[in-house]
């Protein structure tokens, strides 16, 4: 059969692999696999269903989602211990067979299948820097049958780990939601031993055996019922059941012993068998099979008298080996890197000096035949095969496949020519095996595929012709309504596109999203935007269903591109994207400036809803100001903002202790014809209660009551607050008095309100008054209440009552959550008590709550103070393989750290990092920057940081400014410094008692003490209290002038 290469591409992961994944270090059951290339080819029957161009499509859209989750397979190779996963995509190319797939498969050409697999890889080379971890070869044959081969770095993956790859991928094409993720464990559970010498590994003392010459490779089916008779002739009266790999491998031991001889019968070498085992299920507890790498290792079985030992015996002595392999073996190898040498060591003692090598590989109960992309199971499987080469360097080798009917095993047999001829012959092999049959006998039965379209489905096409388009639409909006109907929606449009039925397919497909996306299925409508060019009805679709699903990256990264594309986003989707922000309290005041920056320039109208969005949005991200603005707007255009919307306001000017703008919005609200509820009410309450006006306070609740408002557990929590800041315990007392008078039981949230502000105040004390007075109303603790109470303790640095009240709780049967162990974690780590932090997010873990992105904030802190850099990518990995990606605070953290430490690369490559994911770094991130930089005396870096800041839109703060002058200061550059402080008067910026000591810290590093009084005094005549090490500057620099002057 002729064939022809058609296209070649790079797929590409469809979200880029964030920064801290670049590096994927290998494993060391990686590391210890030789980096040959080895390929599997699946062969799918042809359908009648859809074209060959659908199929690759959907085979390509699909690969981009796969590609996300297994993103080190789409980098290349950066030496023998790492991939760089630089997204450069993974090498796709499509061939087309100028054949039919059932003339091959009934009479297969084991030699033909090495063109199926990408030409551009040699056997010989193997995988080396630069090289791509995998490559595609999708090919097609005339009759629409496909044979897709992947090739991949057998040191980076096993065959499991192929497996998964394609089930992940076949998922990915028939349903996205339930797509395969890979467990990166291996990193963890064997690290990498890069300093571990070539003799140590695995393969090493297997090198010497390998033979150099041409191969044969022959391709043999053991049925059913072949396996079932040379069971029976292995059986034993010691109640020995061999498994179907066991059974065939010692028979074609026993067959390749046999050829051996015949070929030189005077060469008494002993003979070596060796068997790949799965360690994912060996290990207590098992490893997931999803395990992403190699988990494997390998069996060796010995024979010195070939001639003597029955088929009985060698089964015996396969078995005997595999279960060397046990638990005690695996708890070696896990426990440290002394128990990976003592396995090899006992490896060795079974491998001779001189023998002759058969190595087995085993495919079975893996899963290959249970990939299906939507067009059925695969109808063969094949694997490696041996070129035509006269000098290839291999070992004598066995894959053993499962048959498609799962009772029966091919064995691909790859034999030096001198030894493939007598093999052949083997009397009993023939008894036993067929040799290379064809995949499925043809039946005069069996139909051929249908290569048209059937005549009655066009005539009912040809009827609906005259179905005006709207009519279509609304049907289609009805049946995707409901997850029930969902399919029948989908095929619909399928139906009505293939046969030119309506011709606006891209609303159509903006529906089936639109309907996606409220489902919560968002993978499902990012695979089907595939199947059209994104339009901006399509884009608009996609980027709802993302901002629904609170998926806001790809909601922004979507709008992006869909700028760049020349196209307009709805100002639904800005809605959706604010909603979004404020449902997972991560709205920032950049990208609510930037989304609106869009808005003005794309000239879109600002709706009530849009506008109502926009205020609660600036309001919950801090920045009152914009939201009055804002508010302004609306009421200045005669619209009226939701409730919601000012108690979003009045609740931000409450917390600011701006109590006289919270009143008036307050009152405004009353006097646009709206009736306060509890919950504006509230906002109002809370706001007193910040500043401490407590008459103002009783006055709300007594407004309430007068209005017809019940006060709600919120209100009276509020109300005891501020009795509580005033000291009034008794009046807060009172209180509880009146929520029961009123039939509102006081709950464990008020005394968690109460025991809160107490902690505020600093009596910690007064958390076990609390608990008693909680016990005395017949309320018990609860989840809240408890972690109040460890907060309060933690604060405080009182480790054993806040240990003592995690203790009790969970003697109470009250399940810790994430705030729980994230209080207890974070305080040990301020307490430097690093080790005991490990353990409690250890312990977390292992009670079955998972982490949350503040938990892996607070662990990447720990670990970075601790300079434990690799246990820091270490849990960045983890983060991101569980489906959590690094917010603003994880960036800050991350820049933090490696500043304190001098690693400013790779703080500047995580602001980099953080910018193309399309997060604006916050001045916190700079500040920390800059501070670092200023710690080190480096004063021109800071100024550059400095610079970046303001150019992203930050306005300068306090701490970053006085860090840039202490940057100076170190940098012995004192005029800069004070040009910094001038810098702060001309911009309104209040310099503190921070400011001031810096700057004479600065001149005392210089030996200008004479200045550093007029310093001094500035301080105080701008109202500024000097503190300890401030009067410490100037005692210093006065007495210097002292001893100066005595001189």
Known sequence: MEMEIISRENIKPCTPTPHHLRVYKISLLDQIIPPAFVPAVLYFAPDSTTSISQRIQLLKDSLVLTLTHFYPLAGLIRDAFSIDCNDTGLPFFVANVKGQLRDFLERPDVQFINRLIPSEFSWDKGAGPGSNVGTVQLNYFDCGGMAICLIFAHHIADATTLCTFLKSWAAAANDPTKILRPDYIAQSAFRQQPSMPKESYLFYPLQKFLNIGKFVTTRYVFDASA??????????????????VEVVSAFIWKCFMAAAAEESSDDHKPFLLTHPLNLRRRAEP?????????????????????????LKELVSEVKRAMGRVDKEFMKRLQKSENGYYENVEELRQGIPEEAKWLAFSSWCKIGFYEVDFGWGKPAWVSGFVSGESDRAVLPNSATLVETRSGDGIEAWVILDERYAAPFQKNEELRVFACFNPCVFPSHPSQPDPPTRLDPAELRLAESYRAVPAPLWHSLIKNLSS??????????????????????????????????????????EA??????????????????????????????????????????????????????????NNSVDVAILEKLYGEMEADKIELDGQLLNDIIAGFAKAGDIDRAMYFLGVMQGNGLSPKTSTVVAVVNELGNLGRVEEAEAVFEELKEGGLRP???????LLKGYVKVGALRDAEYVVSEMERSGVLPDEHTYSLLIDAYGNAGRWESARIVLKEMEANDVKPNSYVFSRILASYRDRGEWQRSFQVLKEMKNCGVNPDRQFYNVMIDTFGKYNCLEHMMAAFERMKVEGIEPDTVTWNTLIDCHCKQGRHNEAEGLFKEMQESGCLPCTTTYNIMINSFGGQERWDDVKELLGTMQSQGLLPNVVTYTTLVDIYGQSGRFNDAIDCLEVMKSAGLKPSSTMYNALINAYAQRGLSEQAVNAFRVMRSDGLKPSLLALNSLINAFGEDRRDAEAFAVLQYMKDNDLKPDVVTYTTLMKALIRVEKYEKVPAVFEEMLLSGCAPDRKARAMLRSALRYMKSTLKL
Not at 286 to 300: E, I, K, Q, Y
Not at 533 to 549: F, H, K
Not at 677 to 683: K, L, M
């Open 286 to 310: 098992p490893f997931p099979d999803n395990s992403f790498g190699n988990f494997l290792w390998v069996a060796a079985a010995q024979c010195d008298n070939p001639m003597d030992k029955d």
């Open 227 to 244: 396996i079932s008779a040379l069971k029976a002739q292995s059986a034993g009266s010691n109640d020995n059941h061999p498994t179907r």
């Open 482 to 523: 409901s997850p029930s109907s969902f399919s029948t929606a989908y095929s619909l449009v399928t139906w009505l596109q293939r046969h030119n039925l309506c011709f606006s397919y891209e609303l159509l497909y903006s529906i089936l999203i639109h309907a996606l996306g409220r489902n919560e299925k968002l993978y």
């Open 526 to 583: 990012f695979l089907l935007s595939q199947r059209q060019s994104l339009t901006p009805l399509t884009y608009n679709a996609l980027i709802g269903a993302c901002a629904r699903n609170d998926d806001l990256e790809k909601a922004l990264n979507l709008m992006e591109r869909m700028r760049r594309d020349g196209y307009q986003s709805d100002f639904v989707n800005y809605s959706l994207i604010i909603q979004s922000l404020m449902r």
């Open 677 to 683: 509820r509890t919950r504006a009410y509230n906002a």
